[in-house]
């Protein structure tokens, strides 16, 4: 057969399906580019991280310091030691009225257990990192409250 693609003669009149036939090499081509597999997999990434609550979140705090929220806990840097981020959570959670359940220090670390009126418990811990810089862990709940959390890390920089 002579002059036309797919076996059709030249001249001869060609089908939809003929045309549609002749177009889709060219459309396989273009479907899975490397490109458009990339974007996908971000796509698909970034939601299952978002889902999963693994996403950290990172914002500048008062003084310079950085809060990072991460699976349901709020971390933050304090510039003070441990023995007055100790005071100034004590006074945080008695403003806020919560329940006292335990408090433990040691020099380099330190945990307040308190529950709300709703009965979320809050755990605050210490960690020392340096003579000046006190790291500060909230959790609020079993899948952490982020609004609770920052309103608690509000009240212990202003006791400070």
């Known amino acids: 057969m002579a002059g036309g693609s797919l076996g059709v003669p030249a001249g001869a009149p060609r089908s939809k399906l003929a045309a549609a036939r002749s177009i889709l090499p060219s459309m396989k081509q273009n479907r899975f580019s490397p490109l458009r597999a990339f974007l996908a997999f971000l796509v698909l990434t970034a939601a299952l ?22 699976n349901g806990r709020m ?12 005071r100034a959570s004590q006074r945080a ?4 009225e919560f329940a006292k359940i335990s408090e433990s220090k040691s020099a380099v670390d330190a945990q307040l257990v308190s529950r709300t009126a709703l009965d979320k418990k809050v755990e605050i811990a210490l960690t ?14 079993v899948f952490g ?5 920052m309103a608690i890390l509000d ?4 006791s400070l």
Do not use: N, P
């Open 49 to 70: 991280l978002v889902q999963s609550g693994c996403v950290a979140v990172v914002a500048a705090g008062a003084a310079g310091t950085g809060v990072a929220w991460y």
């Open 75 to 86: 971390d933050a840097s304090i510039d003070a030691g441990i023995d007055d981020v100790y």
């Open 93 to 96: 959670l008695a403003q806020l």
């Open 128 to 141: 020392k990192t340096s003579d000046r810089s006190t790291k500060v862990s909230i959790r609020v709940g």
């Open 145 to 149: 409250d982020e609004s609770l959390s």
């Open 155 to 158: 009240r212990i920089r202003a």
